[in-house]
């Protein structure tokens, strides 16, 4: 038995394409995206004045070019991608592979109830924000909750409120629509996640997982699924930083939800009795929602670390070199490896 750890990227990690072409660079360009993880991990580790890392136990699958190429195909094939001055307020339906108006108002609402649960989290108010761009209330109709004017300034406020370009939020949601909103997209990335970790982990092996952004939604699915596809493996720490499962559309599809019970820790970390760490900076827009252990009502697993990250507040580096969040990765590992 050994330990591995085992760490989730999050969105928008793809390479280009000639770079997906040449399995050489394509190997290199996925060992310099895991080495951003280490780089973080291993100064982390030096501050809170623990060993490194055996780099032979980091298991790190790479999604990025399955997501991108699912999405390309989708579009392909006539799929509309998500357009949030599109949305329908009067509907929640469900996402499905064609390109009617259906999936189109349905695939957008999604997007927009995003930026909605995010923009409300800062006290967002549609009428006040069409005062303050010059506007009139009268432009927005009380059922228009979700209308152009809502999702525009609604989409501005954050930007403005946040420092970050509205481009980049569009973008972002657009990603966690497809990902929650697609289940064809989704088992594509837990296929090649699941996939990877078999194929490096033995049925009695321990595992680590850290999982940023995008990638905590991902690792949240993967452990919470039913069909233990993960078999004997125990999990002894699950890590989230710069998380999104906070966000209230995000929770109600995540994998192993039951209705109306609310959120809690994934299967796999209750089958193992395992901790779960979430680390969070304020200005992290992707984390909006912290911390996350008063949404996930009814686990005792779940501690928040409050970080602060000097390079970017989304950054991977900056979160692992927080010696809070490295050193429980370090104990957890090297605990496991004398047991074992």
């Known amino acids: 038995m050994s330990t591995k750890l085992v760490m989730i990227h999050g969105r928008n990690q793809a390479s280009d394409q000639q770079t997906a072409d040449d399995p050489a660079k394509l190997a290199a360009y996925v060992d310099n995206k895991k080495r951003q993880f280490l780089a973080g991990l291993a100064k982390g580790l030096v501050l809170a004045n623990r060993p490194p890392i055996v780099e032979t136990e980091v298991i790190f699958p790479f999604y990025g070019n399955v997501f991108r190429d699912s999405?390309?195909?989708?579009?392909?094939?006539?799929?509309?991608?998500?357009?949030?001055?599109?949305?329908?307020p009067a509907t929640e339906l469900e996402v499905n592979t064609g390109g009617d108006q259906d999936q189109i108002r349905a695939l957008s609402t999604l997007q927009a109830n995003l930026l909605q649960d995010m923009a409300g989290h800062l006290d967002y108010d549609a009428v006040r924000e069409l005062r303050y761009q010059g506007g009139s209330a009268d432009e927005l109709a009380v059922s228009d909750v979700l209308g152009v004017p809502f999702v525009t300034g609604a989409l501005q406020f954050l930007s403005r409120k946040t420092g970050v370009p509205a481009a980049i939020i569009r973008n972002h949601l657009a990603d966690v629509a497809y990902y929650i909103g697609m289940e064809s997209m989704r088992n594509k990335v837990l296929d090649v996640v699941r996939r990877e970790i078999l194929s490096h982990t033995s049925a009695d092996d321990d595992l680590v997982v850290i999982a940023h952004s995008l990638g905590s939604v991902v690792a949240y699915d993967l452990l919470a699924d039913q069909d233990n596809a993960l078999g004997d493996r125990r999990v002894k720490l699950f890590v989230t930083v710069g998380s999104p499962l906070g966000l209230k559309l995000v929770k109600a599809r995540l994998h192993g939800r039951q209705p109306a019970v609310p959120a809690g820790a994934p299967l796999k970390v209750i089958e193992s009795n395992a901790r779960w760490l979430n680390g969070y900076d304020v200005l992290d827009i992707v984390a909006l929602i912290h911390p996350l252990a008063p949404e996930f009502k009814g686990t005792d697993r779940l501690s928040d670390e409050r970080t602060y990250n000097p390079t970017g507040p989304h950054a991977i580096i900056d979160y692992l070199a927080d010696p809070d969040i490295a050193a429980p990765i370090s104990d957890h590992m090297a605990i496991l490896e004398q047991v074992g």
């Open 71 to 88: 999405i390309a195909d989708y579009e392909r094939s006539g799929g509309i991608p998500p357009h949030l001055e599109a949305a329908d």
